[in-house]
C-alpha cells in the first residue's frame, strides 16, 4: 500500500467546515483513497472512499486532485462530536488487498 | 445485524503470563485483521485472514504472538509471556464486499495492560 502524510493536528471552529488533506504521491492506479476516523476510546470508523472523482455521502466530501496525489476530506459543518482522529489510507478495493497501513493521522479539535 | 465484538474489554496481566483475545467478526465477513494501537499513536498492523489462505502475519512483533480463525469466523490473538511493551488497545476489524467499498469494521478493542 502506498505511503500517506496528514498534518498532525488541525483546529476548526464549530459550524465551519473542516479540510483535512492527505497526501499520497505514491498512489498506483488501481488504489482507492479511504478516509477513517476514531473518536476517543473507539475502533475507527469508516467514512468515504474514492478512486478519482470527488465523492459525497451523508458524512463528508472526499475531493481527489487530478494527479491523483492528494485529497481533501471535507466535513461541511463541523460539530463537537467531529472531534477525533482522521486518517486517510490507500488500498486496492478488494477483500483480498491484505493489511491496511494506517499512518498517525490528523487530530481535529472541533472548537465551540 | 451486529458489529465486531471483542472480548475483554479490559484485560490486566501480570508480565510473564499468556494472554488471548477474542474477536467474532461480523457474520460472512471472509477478511479479519488485527491491529495493535498504543498510547497516542497510530494503529500497527499484526495479522491478516482472507477465507481460507495462509494469513499473512508479516506484522506480528515477535513469535510470542500468534493468532488463529477457526471455522472463517472467531478469531484468536495470544500472547506468550506478556511484557509490558505489550501493553496497548488491540483492535480487530473484518470486512467483506456485499457493499462494493470493502472498507473495514473495526471492533471497540481490548486494552492489555501488562504490570
Known amino acids: 500500500d502506498a505511503k500517506t502524510t496528514q498534518p498532525p493536528s488541525m483546529d476548526c471552529a464549530e459550524g465551519r467546515a473542516a479540510n483535512l488533506p492527505c497526501n499520497h504521491s505514491t498512489i498506483s492506479g488501481n488504489e482507492y483513497v479511504y478516509w477513517y476516523r476514531q473518536i476517543h476510546s473507539q475502533g475507527p470508523q469508516y467514512i468515504i472512499h474514492?478512486?478519482?472523482n470527488n465523492e459525497t455521502n451523508e458524512m463528508a466530501s472526499l475531493i481527489i486532485t487530478e494527479d491523483r496525489k492528494s485529497s481533501t476530506l471535507i466535513l461541511p459543518h463541523a460539530t463537537l462530536r467531529d472531534t477525533a482522529v482522521y486518517y486517510c489510507i490507500v488500498r486496492v478495493r478488494d477483500t483480498n488487498a491484505g493489511k491496511s497501513t494506517f499512518g498517525d493521522g490528523t487530530t481535529l479539535t472541533v472548537k465551540p | 445485524g451486529a458489529g465486531v465484538s471483542q472480548s475483554p474489554s479490559n484485560k490486566v496481566t501480570e508480565k510473564g503470563k499468556d494472554v488471548e483475545l477474542r474477536c467474532d467478526p461480523i457474520s460472512g465477513h471472509t477478511a479479519l485483521y488485527w491491529y495493535r494501537q498504543s498510547l497516542g499513536q497510530g494503529l500497527e498492523f499484526l495479522i491478516y485472514?482472507?477465507?481460507?489462505?495462509?494469513?499473512?502475519k508479516s506484522g506480528l512483533p515477535s513469535d510470542r504472538f500468534s493468532a488463529e480463525r477457526t471455522g472463517g469466523s472467531v478469531s484468536t490473538l495470544t500472547i506468550q509471556r506478556t511484557q509490558q511493551e505489550d501493553s496497548a488497545v488491540y483492535l480487530c476489524?473484518?470486512?467483506?464486499?456485499?457493499?462494493?467499498?470493502?472498507?473495514?469494521?473495526f471492533g471497540p478493542g481490548t486494552r492489555l495492560t501488562v504490570t
Open positions: 485472514f482472507q477465507g481460507n489462505s495462509a494469513p499473512d
Open positions: 476489524a473484518s470486512s467483506s464486499s456485499p457493499t462494493g467499498r470493502y472498507e473495514q469494521y
Open positions: 474514492g478512486l478519482k
